[in-house]
């Protein structure tokens, strides 16, 4: 389990990434933190296209900055908003992370002391996952 101090030190990480969000669509700016099983940390945030449904969110690009370093089993994500709520993954996002995951804490943070702390076993029940193809 993450001490509280480090999960702060990785909301703030977020925050900085979110900070280099590409939205100027929605304008609303995603940082998202995933840390491996083996402790390593990588940042993403949201990538938007013209086409709008091009848009990749903070959460995917955080994983796929991890696949390309060639580590495949996430602990934990950790999410910022800059929200007076937190918010929770997007549909596709819970199904990418799950796709990595045994049994994953989220942690979603915005710019009050809220958090959503939950699972993706919880958010995402029932998945479809690497398992169902039986590999
Ligand atoms: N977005 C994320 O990056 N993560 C989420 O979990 C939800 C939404 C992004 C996508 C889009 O660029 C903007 O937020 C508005 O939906």
Do not use: W
């Not at 990434?17 to 940042?43: D, L, M, N, R």
Request: charge should be neutral; charged fraction near 20%; glycine fraction near 6%.
């Amino acid at each position: 389990m993450e001490t509280e101090p480090n999960l702060i030190r990785l909301i703030e990480l977020a925050k900085a990434a979110s900070k280099k969000a590409y939205c100027p669509y929605s304008k609303f700016q995603v940082g998202a933190i995933v840390v491996t099983e083996s402790g390593e940390e990588f940042s993403g945030c949201n990538v938007e296209n013209a086409s709008y449904g091009l848009t990749i969110c903070a959460e995917r690009n955080a994983i796929f900055q991890m696949v390309a370093q060639a580590r495949h089993r996430i602990k934990l994500v950790v999410i910022y908003t800059p929200t007076k709520e937190p918010a929770s993954p997007c549909g596709a996002c819970r199904q990418v992370i799950n796709e990595f995951a045994t049994g994953v804490r989220i942690v979603s943070a915005c710019d009050s002391e809220k958090r959503i702390d939950t699972t993706i076993d919880h958010l995402l029940p029932g998945a479809f996952g690497p398992n169902n193809l039986g590999n």
